[in-house]
T-cell receptor
Framework: DAMVIQNPRYQVTQFGKPVTLSCSQT?????MYWYQQKSSQAPKLLFHYYDKDFNNEADTPDNFQSRRPNTSFCFLDIRSPGLGDAAMYLCATSRPGRQGRSDGYTFGSGTRLTVV | AQSVTQLGSHVSVSEGALVLLRCNYSSSVPPYLFWYVQYPNQGLQLLLKYTSAATLVKGINGFEAEFKKSETSFHLTKPSAHMSDAAEYFCAVSDPRGGGNKLTFGTGTQLKVEL
C-alpha cells in the first residue's frame, strides 16, 4: 500500500545532541510537511516542501531544519534539542488540488521524541 | 488568516448514543474543511472532507459532517457511537487558493465512549 513511513517511532535523545527524524513516502506527492504536536495540543506546522521549494513558518525556531533530497524522502533535523522540544513529530504529504479540489493530507504514524 | 474553533475539548457519550463534535471556522474565502481522527501514539487519519461540492459529506466509520455557511460550522456527527470511536478528533481548514495546501488545525476534541 502507498503510504507515509516515519522512522523511528520512538526516539530518545540527549539534551543538546543533534537528532534527525526521517520520513518517506510512496505516494509521489509533491508536498511534504513536518508538524510538531505536543501533548493534548493541535499539530503545529513547522515547515513544508513544495517539490524542492522550502517554506518555513515564521515562528519555527532556527533550531529546526529540514532536508528533502528527493521526492520520496524528507528529514527533520533538530540541531540542539531542548526539553521543550519533546513532542510527537508528524510527517504528512499532499498532492496539490486540481481544479480547486484538495485531497487533504496523508500522515505518517509519527515519531515521539523524548529529550533527556 | 483562517482558523477553526472546536467547542469542547472533551466529549463523553454512551455506546449507541449520538456523537456530535462541534467545529466552527473563520475564513475570508470559502474554505476547504476536514475532520481527522487520531488514536493514541498514531498519526492523523482523514475521516472526511468538504471541498465545495455537496454540503453533507459522508466519511469513513459512519461519520458525516454538514457544511453550513450561514453558521460557519462543520460539525461532525455519528448516529450511534461505538467503543472503537474513542479517540481524538481534529477539525482543520485550508485555503482553496493554491490547491488547498496548508492545513490549520483546531485544538482537538477527545471523545470518550462509555458502556
Amino acid at each position: 500500500d502507498a503510504m507515509v513511513i516515519q522512522n523511528p517511532r520512538y526516539q530518545v535523545t540527549q539534551f543538546g545532541k543533534p537528532v534527525t527524524l526521517s520520513c518517506s513516502q510512496t505516494l509521489n506527492h509533491n508536498v511534504m510537511y513536518w508538524y510538531q504536536q505536543k501533548s493534548s495540543q493541535a499539530p503545529k506546522l513547522l515547515f513544508h516542501y513544495y517539490d524542492k521549494d522550502f517554506n518555513n513558518e515564521a515562528d519555527t525556531p532556527d533550531n529546526f531544519q529540514s532536508r528533502r533530497p528527493n521526492t520520496s524522502f524528507c528529514f527533520l533535523d533538530i540541531r540542539s534539542p531542548g526539553l521543550g522540544d519533546a513532542a510527537m513529530y508528524l510527517c504528512a504529504t499532499s498532492r496539490p488540488g486540481r481544479q480547486g479540489r484538495s485531497d487533504g493530507y496523508t500522515f505518517g504514524s509519527g515519531t515521539r521524541l523524548t529529550v533527556v | 488568516a483562517q482558523s477553526v474553533t472546536q467547542l469542547g475539548s472533551h466529549v463523553s457519550v454512551s455506546e449507541g448514543a449520538l456523537v456530535l463534535l462541534r467545529c466552527n471556522y473563520s475564513s475570508s474565502v470559502p474554505p476547504y474543511l476536514f475532520w481527522y481522527v487520531q488514536y493514541p501514539n498514531q498519526g492523523l487519519q482523514l475521516l472526511l472532507k468538504y471541498t465545495s461540492a455537496a454540503t453533507l459529506v459522508k466519511g469513513i466509520n459512519g461519520f458525516e459532517a454538514e457544511f453550513k455557511k450561514s453558521e460557519t460550522s462543520f460539525h461532525l456527527t455519528k448516529p450511534s457511537a461505538h467503543m472503537s470511536d474513542a479517540a481524538e478528533y481534529f477539525c482543520a481548514v485550508s485555503d482553496p487558493r493554491g490547491g488547498g495546501n496548508k492545513l490549520t488545525f483546531g485544538t482537538g476534541t477527545q471523545l470518550k465512549v462509555e458502556l
